[in-house]
């Protein structure tokens, strides 16, 4: 089982960005899908999150309005297209993957997680 996270790169603030990820080795239709980022020096933290039929998405305060987040459960990807970058959403983002547990922004819930792609943010 695999979730390959791509996409990432330098980007001038004010840029986009659109990161995928795509699973492999399993179904992850039945799964809630999540992208969480980490910044040098912090802890990962939740960034946003989509449930199973993709009907319902949810968001961090700091990306909302920016980011949105899609499913395309015939390719078992994920997407999260990011607009308006800012400097601040510089950090390695991740993909996860959990059978719902009760909460979207907890990353000890999730089951699996991809690599990890870099998003650079240039002022």
């Known amino acids: 089982v695999q979730l390959q996270a791509s996409g990432g790169g330098l980007v001038q603030a004010g840029g986009s960005l659109r990161l995928s990820c795509a699973a492999s080795g399993r179904t992850f239709s039945s799964y809630v899908r999540g992208w969480f980022r980490q910044a040098p020096g912090k802890e990962r933290e939740f960034v946003s999150a989509?449930?199973?039929?993709?009907?319902?998405?949810y968001y961090a305060d700091s990306v909302k309005g920016r980011f949105a987040i899609s499913r395309d459960n015939a390719k078992n990807t994920v997407y999260l297209q990011m607009n308006s970058l800012k400097p601040e959403d510089t950090a390695v983002y991740y993909c996860?993957?959990?059978?719902?547990?009760?909460?979207?922004?907890?990353?000890?819930?999730?089951?699996?997680w991809g690599q990890g792609t870099q998003v650079t943010v240039s002022s």
């Open positions: 989509i449930t199973r039929s993709g009907g319902s998405t």
């Open positions: 996860g993957a959990q059978r719902y547990s009760g909460s979207y922004v907890e990353a000890r819930l999730y089951d699996y």
